[in-house]
């Protein structure tokens, strides 16, 4: 790994789930599930903006992604759990597959990407995402998923997991502390 490689990161954010995070105010509790969706997309809206920026490829820091890695992460993001939630709304308490976010961006060469092209496939990526979530029914909500460390997580919970996920990397971005 380069002295300008991101980070790895190794925590656990599951607690998120109980306590807003201090980093960007996102309070995972004060978030209604009917709201999953139409949040998905705003915090998507934010960050394709900043891939239309002009220092797009620009990291800010060593260590720290360029808006085009953050928008691919966050492309990746959907598509990920768009699976995970697929699988919860089709089958009884799914085991998610692992995923290593590090070893993706390395693999997909994010700082490589094309940033429009990143920007339209986040988009549609989101846009049946939160169509997914939308559509949930009432007595769905509750529905079970585990990964493989263990965490369960209900369709309520991996929404509001997943939006602390994209406020994270908005507020990673524009410095804008984000809340439900």
Same mark, same amino acid.
């Given at each position: ?17 109980e ?5 960007c ?51 990746? *993001?959907?598509? &990920?759990?768009?699976?995970? +939630?697929? $699988? ?7 085991? %998610?597959?692992?995923? @290593? ?7 997909e060469d994010?700082?490589?990407? *094309?940033?429009? &092209?990143?920007?339209?496939? +986040?988009? $549609? ?7 997914? %979530?939308?559509?949930? @029914? ?17 369709v309520?919970?991996?929404g ?21």
């Amino acid at each position: 790994m380069s002295e300008m490689s991101p980070t790895p990161d190794d925590k656990n954010w599951t607690w998120v789930l109980e306590r807003p995070c201090p980093e960007c105010g996102f309070e995972a509790a004060e978030l209604h599930r009917e709201d999953i969706g139409t949040r998905l997309l705003v915090a998507v809206r934010e960050v394709r903006q900043a891939l239309a920026g002009p220092d797009v490829r620009v990291r800010p820091a060593a260590g720290v992604w360029s808006a085009l890695e953050y928008g691919c992460r966050t492309r990746d *993001v959907c598509r &990920v759990f768009l699976g995970r +939630l697929s $699988d919860m709304l089709d089958h009884d308490d799914p085991l %998610f597959a692992n995923w @290593d976010q590090d070893a993706t961006a390395i693999a997909e060469d994010y700082a490589a990407q *094309v940033p429009a &092209v990143v920007s339209e496939q +986040l988009w $549609d990526d989101a846009q049946r995402l939160a169509g997914r %979530f939308n559509g949930v @029914d009432h007595d769905q909500w509750d529905r079970i998923g585990s990964r493989s460390d263990g965490e369960n997580f209900t369709v309520v919970s991996l929404g509001q997991y997943l939006l602390h996920d994209l406020a994270h990397h908005v507020w990673d971005l524009t410095g804008a502390p984000q809340h439900p």
